[in-house]
């Protein structure tokens, strides 16, 4: 038994002992082995250096370093894998490199608000304020004469108080907005994994994925990929893109944009560490953004204001006349003012209670809410619209997009699902229905797989041998990429393993190909393969492979192979061909030029063709009829093929599609590009869809339109849609698919892609508009009530019914809950039943001024009578009856309130029920006034109200329901009350554009050209001429710029010439260059009266020497501050020498914009067309851009536009315009014949 026990004792340990010595083998064996270890975080890591190294571009730091790799070392990163992305490790890296935020200067704070929100009217009526105090205070004691001044006080600052409050709650919803926008998605590497994280979340030696339209999150250095441009314009102003390369230019700073190519980076720095970290955290942030409409506002305010001065100033003459000539009476009957025995005190009283008067109907006239009420809709919009997946980036685009009347849309993702997959595969002329890799030879498997594996930017990462395969990229690539891994049976990590990649020719829009040659390792041969658009890739290829893997002659299997193309384009299906070719081993592919000249050569065999199919938006076909039924045309654009363009157009709406389609419906891009410029205009609005475009052809359609006098919005997704995105009066940038470049373009970044919820930005537009008209509307009819009633009665009875503190009540305190109410009102389903409001529409319609005169005359009426015969009727107390008169009026403004819910339908309380906020703020309305009447008597001048007489004021003020319901009854005209109340002869909606006039131009038509700032040549002249402006020269620049901003409904805070360029660079930004000019012209107009300028045109005939060498003079004399200082020269007219020119050195207006198209657009053309429509005389001006020197030639006809140098000019590789866009491309305008 014991030897038993021995021997089991024996084999137990013998067993412990060899699993011990198994796994100290098996820990030794994969210490060796194991390339999955990372790296640990070096110690003491010199991060100042490293960040100063990508900062400074320093070449020799980065050698010293070891190049990237011994950077990534140094951080703890296996390029391949990235780093572990443990919670644990990340938050290591923060600690020590910090996170990728900076810190941005504090917001406003709620006091500095407050400060904003006196403004000059409020601190006119604080000084009415003392003045009441300080003459009640005399007249009735310290005890009671405080009350009325102390009232206004007290108004004055609740309105304050509510303003500043608001305008902080926008600040916070802008900075919250922000956030946002600048939360950017980056796919990094971690852990051998791609994901997506937040740009926030990217810490140093994290692996980061770049393509086209991406920008650089961070501060780093150039990993792998190929042919990567980067666009460093905001970082160094140059505009000309940088190429990476990994030995001679590796460095990447944050905020640039990739332009072209793919890669990947290596972070380095982030946050505030970064050279853009730098600059931002050093920038304030100006979120007090004036929007078109509440600039008009603001104008309509000081008019309506104007006005009331006026009256007041006239009633205030009235009743000193009538006091000074003994024609007033006091309480008793006798005569108040009689010469020398009439006491000073009383003359200094009567005087008081003459001029608070007059204050009084100052105070009325002032609308303060319209601002506000225009603050409070926007940020309540904006605040819903989030919900509904449309962020808004510009606050201005919510009222103009109400005004919307053309969508350009792309087709995928936004009329799609962008869910792509192969439904689709011919093998040559062959449709392959089983699977793939059984259908076809193993050498034309292979070559279909190098195609799809290397020929991508895409990616797949299978986690596991059992897991599911990740696939990352464009919709396109993921799609085709997922049908190799599934039919064809492509492992991608062994494709990368077998093959080189020596060239790569990147897809994008124009080109709508990729191309790429690879060595394969084991035979050393070199194939170029290529993938695009079938109808491209076909017309390169001259043979093609069947399932045999024979190669045959393309020529008589061409026209059914596009057959075939057309049928599956005709299915709604997205053709992607395949081709390959072998090229010579021996080129040097790292001689650009070389390798793209053999990659791009025809002559390609086709390997086969797969269609894809994305299925529309199951919304989208309602929501095109949606558009259409409210008077807005939807046109598609889009780089597919024309028939696949037709068919997703027929399935969406977008086409009546019965079989027929009219040829000018539907248009390829080239074709118009290729048309005249009469036939585009011609054609522009009968095109729906236009197939095959490039963003040329896209900015294009934009500019034949808005010259049609649409509003136009665009909606776009990659790098190249940023011109057309920033020329539309509306740029939509898709927040999924949308590159960051397009969605710094935008105005509005719809976040789902769907286009659905760009109808519901037009519905939330024209809602926006729609309420500030309510308000509109409700705010005037007070102000007109008010002040007529207080007018009437203040000539004829000498005293005012409606007290400082109650008509301060009713216009601040009733107007702001007002404005709050109505801001609040959701869009209905009617908004999109009404025609878009066009451009020259008036802010106030017939309809708002029925309803305002109707109410008003109404309210009128009964407040004169109630004045004039109240203690009669009513058997009350003058108190009593001032009392009611104020009642009377409040009510019937919460009764109006009611009606102003709806300007045309005669049921005012339909959908109330769901608008709790309205009810609540009309209900606070009540308790106020009636804690104001009954509670606040010694401060608002009331007297305590019986039930009665309540019941009568409520009665009263219940009229004007039926009252409103009769109005809109009446019929109205389409043509406008008052023209002169329009503010400008654009829409407020779209004051940002400007409706060209019907005067003829010297060259009408304009054409638009596209050109690359590395195009231009002439260089940036530095400014040298420091200007001293006398008082004239300031009175006179002051005078233009101000009718500058008055002729383009834009104005600035600016003074002196720098608002005269300013106004003349956002004239340059907002218009079009026609318009530019039309816009200059009409400055001109108002700064020199038509009158004076007929007179000069009869003294000084413009057919003589006198006339030509006296505009000569006068220029130099009285225009210096305009052009800079400049003489007379002389030059030869018909053989006889003349002193009709003025030479300036150096044009001071050229020399401040630096942009030749200001110059033309803003200065020559206009000018010239000007000088010879009003004085009659021809005006040649030849600017030479070199010096920026310029000649004015009186009498000489200008040249044809062909033959003038200045209309050739290209533009200043450092053009202001352009950086200040900080775009790839910028417009250039020619003028044509």
């Known amino acids: 038994m014991e030897n038993i026990a021995k021997k089991r004792w024996r084999l137990a340990y013998t067993a412990i002992y060899s699993r011990r010595v198994m796994l100290a083998l098996a820990k030794e064996v994969m210490s060796k082995t194991n390339t999955n270890t990372h790296p640990s975080l070096v110690p003491d890591v010199d991060k100042v250096r490293i960040t100063s190294m990508v900062k400074d571009k320093n070449l020799s730091a980065f050698t010293e370093f070891g190049g990237v790799e011994g950077v990534a070392n140094i951080l703890g990163t296996i390029p391949e894998k990235?780093?572990?992305?443990?919670?644990?490790?990340?938050?290591?890296?923060?600690?020590?490199?910090?996170?990728?935020?900076?810190?941005?200067?504090?917001?406003?704070?709620?006091?500095?608000?407050?400060?904003?929100?006196?403004?000059?009217?409020?601190?006119?009526?604080?000084?009415?304020?003392?003045?009441?105090?300080?003459?009640?205070?005399?007249?009735?004691?310290?005890?009671?004469?405080?009350?009325?001044?102390?009232?206004?006080?007290?108004?004055?600052?609740?309105?304050?108080?509510?303003?500043?409050?608001?305008?902080?709650?926008?600040?916070?919803?802008?900075?919250?907005?922000?956030?946002?926008?600048?939360?950017?998605?980056?796919?990094?590497?971690?852990?051998?994994?791609?994901?997506?994280?937040?740009?926030?979340?990217?810490?140093?030696?994290?692996?980061?994925?770049?393509?086209?339209?991406?920008?650089?999150?961070?501060?780093?250095?150039?990993?792998?990929?190929?042919?990567?441009?980067?666009?460093?314009?905001?970082?160094?102003?140059?505009?000309?893109?940088?190429?990476?390369?990994?030995?001679?230019?590796?460095?990447?700073?944050?905020?640039?944009?990739?332009?072209?190519?793919?890669?990947?980076?290596?972070?380095?720095?982030?946050?505030?560490?970064?050279?853009?970290?730098?600059?931002?955290?050093?920038?304030?942030?100006?979120?007090?953004?004036?929007?078109?409409?509440?600039?008009?506002?603001?104008?309509?305010?000081?008019?309506?204001?104007?006005?009331?001065?006026?009256?007041?100033?006239?009633?205030?003459?009235?009743?000193?006349?009538?006091?000074?000539?003994?024609?007033?009476?006091?309480?008793?009957?006798?005569?108040?003012?009689?010469?020398?025995?009439?006491?000073?005190?009383?003359?200094?009283?009567?005087?008081?209670?003459?001029?608070?008067?007059?204050?009084?109907?100052?105070?009325?006239?002032?609308?303060?809410?319209?601002?506000?009420?225009?603050?409070?809709?926007?940020?309540?919009?904006?605040?819903?619209?989030?919900?509904?997946?449309?962020?808004?980036?510009?606050?201005?685009?919510?009222?103009?997009?109400?005004?919307?009347?053309?969508?350009?849309?792309?087709?995928?993702?936004?009329?799609?699902?962008?869910?792509?997959?192969?439904?689709?595969?011919?093998?040559?002329?062959?449709?392959?229905?089983?699977?793939?890799?059984?259908?076809?030879?193993?050498?034309?498997?292979?070559?279909?797989?190098?195609?799809?594996?290397?020929?991508?930017?895409?990616?797949?990462?299978?986690?596991?041998?059992?897991?599911?395969?990740?696939?990352?990229?464009?919709?396109?690539?993921?799609?085709?990429?997922?049908?190799?891994?599934?039919?064809?049976?492509?492992?991608?990590?062994?494709?990368?393993?077998?093959?080189?990649?020596?060239?790569?020719?990147?897809?994008?829009?124009?080109?709508?190909?990729?191309?790429?040659?690879?060595?394969?390792?084991?035979?050393?041969?070199?194939?170029?393969?290529?993938?695009?658009?079938?109808?491209?890739?076909?017309?390169?290829?001259?043979?093609?492979?069947?399932?045999?893997?024979?190669?045959?002659?393309?020529?008589?299997?061409?026209?059914?192979?596009?057959?075939?193309?057309?049928?599956?384009?005709?299915?709604?299906?997205?053709?992607?061909?395949?081709?390959?070719?072998?090229?010579?081993?021996?080129?040097?592919?790292?001689?650009?030029?070389?390798?793209?000249?053999?990659?791009?050569?025809?002559?390609?065999?086709?390997?086969?063709?797969?269609?894809?199919?994305?299925?529309?938006?199951?919304?989208?076909?309602?929501?095109?009829?949606?558009?259409?039924?409210?008077?807005?045309?939807?046109?598609?654009?889009?780089?597919?093929?024309?028939?696949?363009?037709?068919?997703?157009?027929?399935?969406?709406?977008?086409?009546?599609?019965?079989?027929?389609?009219?040829?000018?419906?539907?248009?390829?891009?080239?074709?118009?590009?290729?048309?005249?410029?009469?036939?585009?205009?011609?054609?522009?609005?009968?095109?729906?869809?236009?197939?095959?475009?490039?963003?040329?052809?896209?900015?294009?359609?934009?500019?034949?339109?808005?010259?049609?006098?649409?509003?136009?919005?665009?909606?776009?997704?990659?790098?190249?849609?940023?011109?057309?995105?920033?020329?539309?009066?509306?740029?939509?940038?898709?927040?999924?698919?949308?590159?960051?470049?397009?969605?710094?373009?935008?105005?509005?970044?719809?976040?789902?892609?769907?286009?659905?919820?760009?109808?519901?930005?037009?519905?939330?537009?024209?809602?926006?508009?729609?309420?500030?008209?309510?308000?509109?509307?409700?705010?005037?009819?007070?102000?007109?009530?008010?002040?007529?009633?207080?007018?009437?009665?203040a000539v004829s009875s000498r005293d005012v019914p409606l007290t400082t503190v109650q008509l301060l009540w009713v216009n601040l305190i009733i107007g702001t809950l007002g404005a709050l109410a109505l801001a609040a009102e959701r869009p209905t389903k009617e908004l999109m039943e009404k025609k878009s409001v066009g451009r020259t529409e008036p802010l106030i319609t017939n309809i708002m001024w029925r309803n305002l005169f109707a109410q008003a005359l109404y309210q009128i009426v009964i407040l004169l009578v109630l004045q004039l015969k109240g203690e009669l009727i009513f058997n009350v107390r003058e108190e009593v009856k001032d009392t009611l008169i104020f009642n009377t009026f409040v009510l019937c403004q919460v009764f109006n309130e009611f009606n102003s819910r709806s300007m045309e339908k005669l049921n005012v309380f339909q959908g109330l029920h769901r608008n709790h906020l309205f009810l609540g703020l009309v209900g606070i309305t009540l308790v106020l006034q009636v804690a104001m009447v009954e509670l606040l008597r010694m401060f608002a001048g009331t007297e305590r109200l019986t039930w009665e007489q309540w019941g009568i004021c409520i009665g009263i003020a219940a009229v004007s329901w039926p009252i409103a319901w009769v109005t809109k009854l009446i019929p109205v005209s389409d043509k406008p009350f008052f023209n002169h109340v329009k503010l400008n002869k654009t829409s407020p909606l779209c004051a940002t554009h400007w409706n060209p006039t019907k005067r003829k131009l010297q060259h009408p038509s304009v054409v638009a050209m596209l050109r690359r700032p590395s195009d231009t040549i002439t260089e940036q002249t530095t400014k040298t001429n420091a200007y001293k402006d006398n008082l004239f020269d300031r009175l006179a620049i002051n005078h233009l710029s101000k009718n500058v901003q008055e002729a383009t409904g834009l104005s600035n805070n600016k003074s002196g010439y720098e608002s005269l360029v300013e106004a003349a660079t956002v004239a340059k930004q907002k218009f079009d260059p026609i318009q530019q000019q039309e816009v200059i012209i009409q400055a001109l107009d108002r700064a020199f009266p038509r009158p004076i300028l007929s007179f000069i045109k009869r003294v000084v005939p413009p057919a003589s020497k006198f006339s030509r060498e006296y505009f000569a003079v006068f220029t130099t004399l009285f225009f210096a501050w305009l052009v800079g200082p400049c003489k007379v020269r002389e030059s030869k007219v018909n053989g006889r020498s003349e002193k009709n020119v003025v030479y300036i050195p150096k044009c001071r207006f050229l020399e401040e914009t630096n942009c030749v198209g200001m110059c033309i657009n803003l200065c020559k053309m206009p000018s010239q067309t000007f000088i010879k429509n009003s004085l009659g005389m021809s005006l040649n001006m030849v600017p030479n851009f070199d010096d920026m020197s310029c000649e004015m030639i009186f009498g000489e006809d200008p040249p044809a536009s062909t033959d003038d140098p200045a209309l050739k000019q290209p533009c200043y590789k450092l053009c202001n315009y352009f950086i200040a866009r900080f775009t790839t491309f910028i417009l250039v305008y020619q003028v044509s014949p």
């Open 82 to 793: 990235g780093i572990t992305g443990s919670h644990d490790e990340v938050a290591k890296r923060v600690k020590v490199f910090g996170s990728n935020t900076y810190q941005r200067p504090p917001p406003k704070s709620f006091l500095s608000f407050v400060v904003e929100a006196f403004t000059d009217t409020n601190i006119l009526i604080l000084v009415c304020a003392g003045l009441s105090l300080g003459f009640g205070m005399k007249e009735h004691g310290p005890g009671e004469g405080w009350y009325e001044g102390g009232s206004i006080f007290v108004a004055v600052f609740l309105v304050v108080v509510v303003t500043a409050l608001s305008n902080l709650r926008q600040e916070r919803q802008f900075h919250k907005l922000s956030k946002v926008s600048n939360d950017i998605k980056v796919e990094v590497v971690r852990n051998g994994r791609r994901q997506n994280i937040s740009i926030f979340d990217v810490v140093v030696g994290d692996i980061a994925s770049l393509k086209i339209g991406d920008q650089i999150p961070a501060d780093g250095l150039f990993l792998s990929g190929l042919c990567l441009l980067v666009d460093e314009s905001s970082m160094t102003g140059e505009s000309d893109p940088v190429e990476i390369e990994p030995s001679r230019s590796p460095f990447l700073l944050s905020g640039a944009k990739v332009e072209d190519g793919c890669g990947r980076m290596l972070v380095t720095s982030v946050g505030i560490n970064t050279a853009w970290g730098e600059i931002m955290s050093s920038l304030s942030t100006d979120t007090e953004v004036r929007t078109p409409l509440q600039t008009r506002l603001d104008k309509l305010t000081f008019s309506v204001g104007r006005v009331g001065l006026t009256v007041a100033f006239l009633v205030l003459r009235v009743l000193l006349f009538r006091y000074f000539t003994g024609n007033t009476q006091d309480d008793n009957g006798n005569t108040e003012f009689q010469g020398s025995k009439t006491d000073v005190n009383d003359i200094f009283n009567a005087v008081v209670r003459i001029v608070a008067a007059a204050v009084t109907i100052v105070v009325v006239a002032i609308p303060e809410g319209l601002p506000l009420a225009v603050t409070l809709t926007l940020a309540y919009s904006m605040k819903r619209m989030m919900s509904d997946h449309v962020m808004v980036r510009e606050i201005s685009a919510c009222e103009t997009m109400g005004s919307v009347t053309v969508i350009c849309t792309d087709k995928t993702g936004t009329l799609t699902l962008n869910q792509m997959r192969v439904t689709k595969f011919w093998l040559g002329p062959q449709n392959v229905e089983e699977k793939s890799s059984n259908a076809m030879a193993p050498e034309v498997l292979e070559l279909f797989q190098q195609g799809v594996g290397l020929n991508t930017t895409g990616s797949i990462c299978k986690p596991s041998p059992i897991s599911e395969p990740e696939i990352s990229g464009s919709p396109t690539e993921k799609a085709i990429l997922l049908w190799a891994v599934s039919d064809l049976g492509m492992d991608m990590d062994e494709l990368k393993r077998a093959h080189e990649v020596l060239h790569v020719e990147a897809f994008n829009s124009e080109k709508k190909r990729s191309g790429i040659a690879i060595r394969k390792k084991t035979t050393n041969t070199v194939h170029a393969h290529w993938k695009g658009a079938a109808e491209i890739i076909l017309g390169m290829c001259s043979n093609y492979i069947d399932n045999n893997g024979i190669e045959k002659p393309l020529d008589e299997e061409r026209s059914k192979l596009q057959n075939i193309i057309e049928g599956m384009a005709a299915s709604s299906l997205r053709c992607i061909a395949f081709a390959h070719t072998q090229i010579p081993e021996d080129i040097d592919y790292n001689d650009k030029e070389k390798a793209d000249e053999i990659l791009r050569k025809d002559g390609l065999t086709l390997l086969g063709i797969v269609g894809l199919k994305d299925p529309c938006r199951p919304d989208a076909k309602e929501a095109v009829e949606a558009c259409k039924h409210a008077g807005v045309s939807v046109k598609m654009i889009t780089g597919d093929n024309i028939f696949t363009a037709k068919a997703i157009a027929a399935e969406c709406g977008i086409l009546d599609f019965d079989g027929h389609v009219s040829t000018e419906e539907v248009v390829e891009g080239v074709e118009f590009r290729n048309y005249s410029e009469e036939e585009r205009m011609e054609r522009v609005e009968k095109i729906r869809v236009m197939a095959r475009s490039s963003p040329f052809d896209k900015s294009l359609m934009v500019q034949c339109l808005k010259r049609k006098g649409h509003v136009v919005a665009v909606t776009g997704d990659g790098t190249n849609d940023a011109p057309a995105l920033i020329e539309a009066d509306i740029g939509l940038a898709m927040g999924i698919q949308g590159t960051e470049v397009a969605k710094e373009s935008s105005d509005i970044v719809i976040l789902d892609d769907n286009f659905s919820s760009i109808v519901t930005v037009v519905r939330w537009g024209r809602c926006v508009y729609n309420n500030i008209q309510k308000f509109i509307q409700f705010q005037l009819t007070v102000n007109v009530a008010a002040l007529v009633i207080n007018f009437i009665a």
